[in-house]
């Protein structure tokens, strides 16, 4: 008899430690304008938190909850264009109607703020799911990533996860692919929270909730 083998629990805890090895290799790439997917089996809710939390160290982060059926593509629009404007960006939305004329206005308003703006990242948990799963929703996502001072981080969670998008998209994304499995059940993404995204700026720090 083993006794002492390790519970599942503590395997998942290991492997999302093992994870965290990998977080200056997807800070290059995205430095480099690289976006970043994530997958592999169980949940990477986690890692993407945590990962989140030492890009707002030197960042703004936007965290998306992918997972969230109430997540709308203007939202995640907003909150991008709110990390980069504050107040300024409630402006743009009365120059167009639809959230596309809105992202591309936004892209603009970003052009001319310079290259010494620092870029801001998203972090977005289950992007096969949800409005993200959509080819309406995610045409957003490739709007706002044309931008060179926006980069994303997604997390994918189902084994079909990378013929959602085809080829042009993710070379005009230049997506990276890293495998991270924990055996985790997906039980945060299997729910459906209020709170579908968040702005972390590098000056509040905030910590995160994780699932123990």
């Known amino acids: 008899c083993n006794c002492h083998s390790t519970s599942p629990r503590r395997q998942s805890q290991e492997r999302e430690r093992a994870a965290e090895k990998k977080f200056p290799w997807w800070t290059a790439l995205l ?23 030492t890009l707002s160290c030197a960042y703004d982060v936007v965290i998306v909850n992918g997972f969230d059926r109430s997540l709308t593509a203007r939202r995640i629009i907003d909150c991008v264009g709110e990390a980069f404007l504050g107040r300024r960006y409630m402006k743009l939305t009365l120059r167009s109607s639809s959230a596309q004329g809105i992202a591309r206005n936004l892209l603009l308003r970003i052009a001319e703020l310079g290259d010494d703006e620092p870029p801001v990242f998203v972090v977005v948990h289950s992007a096969d799911a949800g409005i993200l799963r959509s080819e309406r929703g995610f045409k957003i996502i490739r709007t706002l990533a044309a931008s ?16 959602l998008w085809d080829g042009s998209t993710l070379q005009a994304m ?10 985790r059940p997906l039980t945060r993404e299997g729910l459906s929270i209020s709170s579908s995204i968040a702005i972390v700026s590098s000056l509040s720090n905030r ?6």
């Open 174 to 183: 230049r997506v990276a692919f890293d495998e991270v499995t924990t055996y």
């Open 207 to 212: 910590m995160y909730t994780e699932e123990s």
């Open 31 to 53: 430095l480099h304008g690289y976006s970043v997917a994530v997958h592999g089996c169980g949940s990477k809710f986690n890692v993407m938190q945590r990962f989140a939390g």
């Open 148 to 163: 060179p001072r926006i980069r994303f981080v997604f997390s994918v969670d189902t084994a079909h996860a990378m013929l």
